[in-house]
């Protein structure tokens, strides 16, 4: 070894952040330097001294005894061994925290009796850990008994729908956490920095609109709904319950900076106020937190409960009701995805009402349909109308060159019908005329519609006096030459009949989410003239139109507009220019509306 590496202090400098060994020399009298010498000390005395108290400690008042832990009926005395349980582990940790950092700094992580001595504190600490779980658990259901809240437990664990949740209650203060020791302990700064960030995440979180964008009103109703999103992820850990509950802390603020938590706690805490597949918050629980900030605190209707946690309430059950327009809108500011929006509508009403904000006035811009979407797909959109279509209208004659020479080439024509699948709401004064103005445009289309809710058959055209005989959706034929093959008898392969409307239900692109709404009429549509697609689709946006007193799709959305501006849904800038009855609209997200000529899918022949 070198002379002058030999006289260096064999400290690891903990000022620096690699903790290099120190680069000072040593004392004569010793192998560490004059600074290092001191803290050596210090931590030497510091460490003796929690392992005196740990040793005399009184056990006399800690329960060891899971059992009876779990069997004992007072809170007061759960709350007792709870706390007799924590101060031990508190003195027991801050002995083994201290003499680990002591021996890997001054001694190159010690001997194996330095170790032994670590292994025999790890295990005392977690027995203590399994006996402050055990008393957190018994204060959770104790609490929730005497709040008569047991449906915390219940409801909030299996009936919440939380695509994104973590389950996993919060466990014991375990890991490098409690530490308000010293000025120089290195946890304590840990510790203060992830309760600043924490508080900081919950007051200017990233996961919204940004501040600049919205009015002060709005800011503190993102604030307001915040709050209830982390007193309902409070209420599942039975650990931060107790703590949240028993220490009657006047908001979420001073919990989060005197509750006591843990360095694991806080880190968890953190990662669940998050929205995604990595945090606790779901559009399901986002939608609930605002139905309970815009409730009326002295309105609680009889059998919901409710407990009092962090200066606000938890409720058992949010509303089922509707949300309001004051909610959708708060609701846009944390959920840009229109398919989440869709699965915690409550009905098919509601659904329909914010999509048709969603093509007026561009009021809830991130929930936008797709950039390619017509006029006449718009105007189902606007008067509450879910549109499918099965983009089939066509002809297609095939050569079939079979692979032996033996056998003869054969000709293949197949025509498909175009077809439209509605929903619309069963208490829309408008539904029936609709059906009504499309079964008197004779020869023009055939008609099945149902009640979902009732299964009761509305209209079936194979059951209508006078109804059309050719109610196929396709069919084909073929022959040997292309003279013969206009000749030849088609061959029906599909029918227009109900079983081909279950078809539609299971097929259709909003069948793929959850949402099920039974309050609707499905209503499916066939061409019976063999027109192309778009003209078809338009015609009957046409009637829909005039079914509401409208002259053409152009009209309908003008009035449409108006009348949102009349009842204040939207603004008069948020108007769409005028455009002519010939063009298709087609809207880009958070861009302006631009048209383009119209299109018309033609009939394709080989």
Known sequence: MDTLDFLRCLALDHRTEARTRCASAAEEDSVFCDFHKVQEVKLLKKYKQYNAEFEAFDDSSLCKDLKTIM??????????WNSVARQKWTIGYREMMLRTRHHDQFFAGGDEGHKFWLSSLSEKLEDLECFIEACDHQAYKLILAGEKASWVQEDYFHNEDNQCSDDNVSEPSCESDRSDMSDDDPYATKRARLISNLIHQLHCTRWILPPSSTSEEEQTDQSTVIAYIFRRIIVRSPNLFVRAHSGNFPDIDSFISDGDMSISELEKLSKKIRRGRNGAISAELIRNAIVDALRDQDDVSEGVGRVSLLGGWVYQKPSDQAMSRAGWDIFHQFIFCANCALMVCRSF???????????????????????????????????????????????????????????KVCYSETQDRNIVYLRMSANDRFAQPFMQAMLDAKGKYAILARNVLTGETLHDPSQSPGHPTDLWLQRSRSSF?????????????????????????????????????????????????????????????????????????????????????????????MCRPPVSGDLLTVKLPNAKYRTKPSTRSVRSKA
């Open 349 to 407: 009403e509601e659904w329909m009402r914010f999509q048709r904000l969603t093509i007026i006035g561009n009021k809830y811009c991130h929930w936008l349909p797709p950039f390619n979407w017509t006029l006449p797909q718009e105007i189902f959109q606007i008067f509450g109308i879910y549109y499918w279509d099965r983009w089939v209208g066509k002809t297609a004659v095939e050569k079939i060159v079979p692979k032996s020479k033996k056998s």
């Open 71 to 80: 069997d004992c009926e007072s809170l007061e005395q759960i709350r007792a």
């Open 481 to 573: 030459s292309p003279a013969q093959l206009r000749t030849s008898q088609w061959t029906i392969t599909n029918s227009f009949d109900f079983g081909y409307m279950d078809y539609l239900n299971t097929c259709n692109s909003a069948a793929k989410l959850k949402s099920r709404f039974a309050d609707v009429y499905e209503v499916a549509v066939l061409d019976l003239r063999f027109t192309s697609n778009g003209k078809f689709v338009r015609d009957i946006a046409e009637i829909l139109c005039h079914v509401h007193g409208y002259k053409n799709c152009v009209d309908a959305i003008t009035g449409e507009e108006m009348l949102a501006v009349d009842a204040g849904e939207i603004s008069t800038h």
